[in-house]
């Protein structure tokens, strides 16, 4: 069975500290994607990221960056330097290859606040 | 660029009535979804469409939902008979086969 794991509910954080934000993931298949998105207060889901189980690189966007490690199941996000505008509830998703990308199975979200 | 819309963004209905959501998909894509979240918690997956058939869907989509394509570019969610739990936010979905791109959504409220 399919599942992600984001056992942070909630950080804070002050402005410009650096915050990492954990995700594991379960899945019997061996191919897979990983996604993080983003919802501000405002509601929408922004996508941040979709990373596939073959590539294993570490990837970097700006003040973004992931983690990516098959050996321990784990996707995590960092922000570096956070900002105000950075509060939201994060997620991470994970979908099998077979769904097209589309059928997603969310974590229970992280709800980050950055305070000035 | 291309974007999913939804339509209404936000809706009030009295219990027993029938909601009807609307979403136009970005046009080139071929998968469509439906995902809910309920107030605080974790957004869920609903169902999914595929060349105007529902290719899988999960336990929550039970009789009182049903999904259509009815004309080439929309795709509608309809609740028959809504229910005080059915207040959430609703996620329209597409894909063209690599990753999905979520509408802004629509928030239903039960009264």
């Known amino acids: 069975a399919q599942k992600v794991t984001q056992a942070q509910t909630e950080i804070s954080v002050v402005e410009k500290e650096d915050v990492t934000l954990d995700c594991v993931y379960e899945t019997r298949d061996t191919t897979y994607y990983l996604f993080w998105y983003k919802q501000p207060p405002s509601g929408e889901l922004v996508f941040l990221i979709r990373r596939n189980s073959f590539d294993e690189q570490n990837e970097i966007s700006g003040r973004y960056s992931w983690n990516f490690q098959k050996s321990t199941s784990s996707f995590n996000f960092t922000i570096t330097a956070s900002q105000v505008v950075d509060s939201a509830v994060y997620f991470c998703a994970l979908s099998e290859a077979h769904n097209q990308g589309g059928k997603l199975i969310f974590g229970q979200g992280t709800e980050l606040s950055v305070k000035p | 660029e291309p974007e999913v819309t939804q339509t209404p963004s936000h809706q009030v209905t009295q219990m027993g009535q029938e909601v009807i959501l609307r979403c136009v998909p970005i046009s080139n894509h071929l998968y469509f979804y439906w995902y809910r979240q309920i107030l605080g918690q974790k957004v869920e997956f609903l169902v999914s469409f595929y060349n105007n058939e529902i290719s899988e869907k999960s336990e929550i989509f039970d009789d009182q939902f049903s999904v259509e394509r009815p004309d080439g570019s929309n795709f509608t969610l309809k609740i028959r008979s809504t229910k005080l739990e059915d207040s959430a936010m609703y996620f329209c979905?597409?894909?063209?086969?690599?990753?999905?791109?979520f509408g802004q959504g629509t928030r239903l409220t039960v009264v």
């Open positions: 979905a597409s894909s063209q086969g690599t990753e999905a791109f």
